[in-house]
């Protein structure tokens, strides 16, 4: 029987086990914040950032909402990162992409202090992770770290297949993948769109992230007997359907669900841990910056 790895449980899970560490903080007279600034007016985004403010509120975390005009000039975007990296009442800070072209993103993430940087996209905190000394890990690889281990997937030893070389996802998870500890110690490969033969890598693999953005690109035919198989794409495609559109994975559900041991469906898989995870970094950034000890 395949294994459908149910995101919304796991992601209640780690919600819960937050309660302890916010109730730990709040004793020492310290609300967990997260400050997510907004500079755009595309509908996805402005939903993204309301989904996180009410995940936020959900778990006891103060939600600061910050909405700049995404004409206004870039420097009105650092001048506010600059005031919230001051303000010591706020513990993580997450700036919506995509910025407006006018705004440089590499500024942005370098703007952001270290410390409260809970996507964990600064160079520094890049660098700790490729290192082995994690301070924030993104939160879509972390959040499937989470479900890996969560399942009794086995890393160690592992043959993975990282699908997609991206900042946020592809690096990151290859990276976590590879490291000497809990979750890693796996033999990984990471394809992206000028991998040869993708098929013959993706078939030989345990575990397959797949994080290309291309709807429904991984079929059964394309997996080996057993495999672990992660989707993490989320994919507009047309449909008869009252939006007229549905959400796909980059994973073909109904084909791989034949082959693999355990697999992700999509909705319901990895984007409620990548939710999650933002929760637990924030309380994270809460603990460090008040140096209050809290069980994570
Ligand atoms: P990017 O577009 O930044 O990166 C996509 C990567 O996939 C690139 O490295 C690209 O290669 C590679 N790729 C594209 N086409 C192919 C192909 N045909 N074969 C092999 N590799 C290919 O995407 P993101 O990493 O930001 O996101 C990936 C997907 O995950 C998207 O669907 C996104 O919506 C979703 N997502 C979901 C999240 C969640 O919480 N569930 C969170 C973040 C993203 P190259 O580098 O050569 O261009």
Redesign the pocket.
Known sequence: MTEIIDGNAVAQEVRDGLGDAIDTLADDGTTPTLATVLMSDDPASETYVSMKQDDCEEVGIEARDVEIDPDAPAEELFDTIDELNADPDVNGILVQMPVPDHVDDREVLRRIDPLKDVDGFHPENVGRLVAGNARYKPC?PH?IQKLLADAGVETEGADAVV????D???KPMANLLLQKAEGGNATVTV?????ED?AARTRAADIVIA????PE?IDGEMLGEGATVID????RVDADTEKGYELVG?VEYESAKEVAGAITPVPGG??P??RAMLLWNTVKAASLQTETDVRL
């Open positions: 879509t959040g699908v997609g070389r991206s946020i996802v592809g394809c992206h769109s000028r991998t993708l994080a290309a953005g291309v690109m993490v794409g989320i994919n980059d990895v984007g841990m990548t």
